[in-house]
């Protein structure tokens, strides 16, 4: 009795136990299943597994080891889910083989079981079999789809053209599934008779359902219209190839400037910015290869402001005004153009200044010729070996604008020689002259940076670089010595000849020679938009482009100096014969295939006009090169002249030609474009030439014009005693020539610098080695439109070197710098 009261006592205690116990433990997980309901499969749970690439497959040559992608799970939600492993396998092991656990495939079949120590699945055997087997990725009793692997022999070109209207005997890549089926889905109207693995349609109706017309490289295409790529993929070496297209798979396309053309997965491409590209065409794993897409190129850049009417190209800014400047670009279908990533380029950057996107914002009184242009390699770029074709790899330029700011400015102005160490500064805003600056060396030429910031003076030792802002010597370098011949307007490069060594270097403003060519150069000339310098180099001309290099042009008769053209077209040399050379290559094209090949003469002769010149100088306005010579008494004897080339650098109007072959260089809007394939662009000249009266000049030591193109001034060794000046005629025909202008007390006007607003010139005078101030004066008459005059002078007192001519220097090199009045 006693047992079961203990029995009962624990039992009655256990039971209130148990249920506390269970009261407080942990709850199952939930589940949630894909129906909504309580059974069936569960969300999180594998459902279906994607193996890619899902409708275009894999492409192995012949015994090819290649990789099946990374299986992509999913539940029944579509939300990624992933497995520990899969499994792969294949349906004909013959054709393709896989690893069966890492997916690692092989065009044939694989080794297993090799003995030796050869490990399984290292060695691809070639079977010999062409066509299409099927692998799958499973996992967790789920199989992936089947994706198709094209196994085929070696492909060894594949090669862009027109879509084949015969699939089944001239197959090429529109006849695929990528390009057919896709549309036959919607049209039932249209059958196809699979007759290849791959699903290459042998219905010359179905194969003509492409997603887009035909691109087939013989021309262009308008930007934002699209075109349809299709390629003919080979095996076999040349002279013994097979068409392998319809063994091959899909083919994928891209280009290699992506900028020019986009194109789908299907092979469709959008016509983008104007240019060229090569077109990489892939088979997957297993081969690539090259063909061309064109995208027209500008045949027309016309330029407007605010109410601008036609014809009119000057605009008056008033200087911290900003003044907006439109460019309007056609191509030869009539398609506007955008996107387009033109240069604004100024004459006088530093003054008046263009922005990336057209606005001008002048700094300084003065004036500037505005000017935009498509330009390779930023606008209508092409590959080297197709520049010409359909007119990409040129450039086009619009009808240059006129911007005048009126007022004035001050200047600094920085005095060296080339027979003294020391370098002075005038502050005309200040009476005094600044310190003197010692050079380490004497140097042989000056040049100031566009903006003013950098002094740059070479020498038979090494290159010296004075900053502007502290008058002190900044750099010295070693490296390059030689005579400093220009700065790019961007700042950005130096170019400097070293005739010891016989080299030019391209020297940037952080300190280092980023290119090197030989010879030995005596001038040189950039483009405005800094992207060309023109060098002439004695019996040779050398032409640096951003875009193409380096370029040497062998010459009979050698040139001294350059004068790049307004706009910049192209470049005139000084020499017995005043010669010019064209920017546009001159573009040759042969061959059947589409594109064809082409060879181009960079920088081809453009002009030869009848003027015997040392120094050359263009006017802004783009209508005269001037020319001057001291004369010679060797043969051909020559007397010291003055020349005016007035140049027409678009003499064919516009509506002359047409678009497959034009005959001139002049754009609906009046801007110059390169002449189609086969010629090159050509100026026209008239030269009135007259006598250097009143002096005696020994050499020419520049031209200068001032910005407005109104005057330009003549420097010279020799005697005389005058500064020598020139007004151009505005209507053709001759100019004035003027030697009236005496400098009490020089011997010679050896330099000069014109400041920015062009209301003087600082001409460095022999004799007396001081520094005129001439006023340049330049009144609205017609009967005397300039009367210039020696107004002061400065006195630089440059310590002689040499003392060869007494203990003062001749300042004959000057630089100056605009700064505000006050």
Known sequence: ???????????????????????????????????????????????????????????????????????????????????????????????????????????????????????DYTTCIPTGKSGIAYITATANGISSNPLPVYVHPVVTSVVLGAPSTD??????????????????????????????????????????QVLAPAYTATGCLSQGVTGQLAAQVFAGTEGNQTNISCLVGHLSYAAQSASVVTIDQNGVATAQQPGSTIIDATISQAGSSAGFFSTCPPTDISLSYPGSTTGTTNILVNQNNTQPITATVTDKN???????????????????????????????????????????????????????????????????????????????????STDSQYLVTQDFTQSNIGAPVRLPYVPNSMVISNDGSSIYLGSSTELMVVSSVSSVVSRQDTTVRGQVLSVSPDNSTVVISDPVRNQVYLYTSAGAVSSTYGGTGTHAAWSPDSQTVYIAAGDQILVYSKFSGWKQIPLTVPVNDVAVTVPAVGAYFSGTTTTARGYCPATTTSGTTAPPAASNQFYPPADSAAAITDRLAATNDGFHILGATAGTLTSPASAPTLSDIQVNLAPVPAGTSTNSNPAGSLSPSGGIVCPANGSALTFTNSVYSTPLTG?????????????????????????????????????????????????????????????????????????????????????????????????????????????ANGPIAVPNLLVEKPRPAT
């Open 695 to 803: 002096i005696v000049p020994t050499s020419i030591n520049g031209i200068l014009p001032t910005s407005d193109s109104k005057v330009a001034f003549i420097t010279y060794n020799g005697t005389g005693g005058v500064l020598p000046y020139y007004v151009p005629s505005t209507a053709g025909g001759p100019g004035t020539y003027s030697d009236a202008l005496k400098l009490n007390g020089a011997t010679a006007a050896v330099a000069g610098a014109i400041s920015a607003d062009n209301s003087t010139i600082y001409v460095g005078t022999s004799g007396d080695n001081l520094v005129h101030i001439v006023a340049v004066n330049t009144p609205a008459s017609s009967t005397n439109p300039v009367q210039p005059a020696d107004t002061r002078t400065i006195t630089p007192a440059l310590p002689s070197f040499s003392g």
């Open 1 to 119: 009795m006693r047992r079961f009261v203990t029995g009962l006592a624990l039992f009655l205690f256990a039971v209130p136990f148990g249920i506390s116990i269970n009261g407080c433990g942990k709850k199952g997980a939930t589940v949630t299943y894909c129906n909504g309901g309580d059974t069936g499969p569960e969300v999180g749970q594998l459902e279906t597994i994607t193996l890619g690439p899902k409708i275009y497959g894999i492409s192995l040559n012949q015994a090819q080891i290649g990789q099946a992608s990374t299986p992509a799970g999913t539940d029944c939600k579509g939300t990624t889910v992933s497995a520990s492993s899969y499994t792969y396998g294949t349906t004909d092991m013959t054709i393709a083989d896989i690893q069966p656990t890492t997916g690692k495939l092989c065009g044939g079949t694989w080794n297993k079981n090799s003995g030796g120590g050869v490990a």
């Open 334 to 416: 009539g398609t506007s153009l955008t996107g387009l990533a033109l240069e604004y380029v100024s004459t006088t950057p530093i003054t008046i200044p263009a922005s990336s996107n057209g606005t001008v914002t002048p700094v300084f009184p003065g004036e500037a010729s505005i000017t935009a242009i498509c330009q390779p390699p930023t606008c209508n770029t092409a590959p080297q070996s197709e520049i010409g074709v359909f007119g990409n790899g040129k450039p086009i330029t619009s009808k240059s604008v006129s911007v005048t700011t009126p007022g004035v400015n001050s200047t600094f102005l920085y005095i060296a």
């Open 167 to 208: 699939c089944e005997h001239n197959p090429s890549t529109n006849c695929s599934p990528a390009a057919t089926n896709s549309n036959l889905a919607a049209s039932a109207a249209i059958s196809c008779t699979v007759a290849y693995a791959n699903g290459c349609c042998s219905n010359a109706a179905a194969a003509a």
